[in-house]
């Protein structure tokens, strides 16, 4: 396998690239996205079993099982990082190993309806936050301590919308290629 086609397993949709200036429509289409994603993943893996949950995605890859606990764990850690922005002045979020949570034992073989309920909550809980907050809120910020860069909420937004669909391409373009779908 060349090296163009493992990126293109790697990011099937592209990395996400943050527009220069974000629109309201932009950020209620983000939101659309964060609020029907957990029915789209729910839906694209109900049906597989547990041989197709444990088949990586990718050389070198993670198993299906594991990005989808991976999106439990990391979105639950991105709610955590809106509040901590409403509620302090440009806190430093915790990083998180998230190669090291996909190799524990609950991430490689748990049942992933405990992962899939958990996303539908957080979700939940996530789309009625961002749906009301105001641009003031919106251009609130966190310091990610890898890089030290700023996070504006809207961007990060974005970034999960994103997160969303690339995750869900890793396992929808595994489902086709196999022929599962």
Same mark, same amino acid.
């Given at each position: 396998?060349?090296?163009?086609?493992?990126?293109?397993?790697?990011y099937?949709?592209?990395?996400?690239?943050?527009?220069?200036?974000?629109?309201?429509?932009?950020?209620?289409?983000?939101?659309?996205?964060?609020?029907?994603?957990?029915?789209?993943?729910?839906?694209?893996?109900?049906? =597989?079993?547990?041989?197709?949950?444990?088949?990586?995605?990718?050389?070198?890859?993670?198993?299906?099982?594991?990005?989808?606990?991976?999106?439990?764990?990391?979105?639950?850690?991105?709610?955590?990082?809106?509040?901590?922005?409403?509620?302090?002045?440009?806190?430093?979020?915790?990083?998180?190993?998230?190669?090291?949570?996909?190799?524990?034992?609950?991430?490689?073989?748990?049942?992933?309806?405990?992962?899939?309920?958990?996303?539908?909550?957080?979700?939940?809980?996530?789309?009625?936050?961002?749906?009301? =907050?105001?641009?003031?809120?919106?251009?609130?910020?966190f310091?990610?301590?890898?890089?030290?860069?700023?996070?504006?909420?809207?961007?990060?937004?974005?970034?999960?919308?994103?997160?969303?669909?690339?995750?869900?391409?890793?396992?929808?373009? =595994?489902l086709?290629?196999?022929?599962?779908?």
């Amino acid at each position: 396998m060349t090296q163009e086609e493992l990126h293109q397993l790697q990011y099937p949709i592209g990395k996400f690239e943050i527009p220069t200036s974000i629109t309201q429509s932009q950020i209620k289409s983000w939101i659309s996205i964060l609020e029907h994603f957990p029915n789209r993943l729910e839906s694209l893996v109900k049906n =597989l079993t547990d041989n197709q949950l444990d088949t990586v995605y990718r050389p070198d890859g993670w198993t299906v099982r594991q990005v989808v606990h991976h999106v439990s764990d990391s979105h639950h850690h991105s709610y955590s990082r809106f509040k901590w922005a409403l509620t302090e002045d440009k806190p430093v979020i915790k990083a998180y190993y998230e190669d090291r949570w996909a190799e524990l034992i609950d991430s490689k073989t748990a049942p992933i309806d405990m992962s899939i309920q958990h996303i539908k909550a957080i979700h939940f809980k996530l789309v009625y936050l961002l749906k009301r =907050l105001n641009e003031n809120d919106l251009n609130k910020l966190f310091i990610h301590p890898e890089t030290k860069k700023e996070v504006l909420l809207k961007q990060n937004i974005g970034i999960y919308a994103w997160h969303s669909n690339h995750h869900y391409a890793h396992i929808e373009n =595994l489902l086709k290629r196999n022929n599962w779908i």
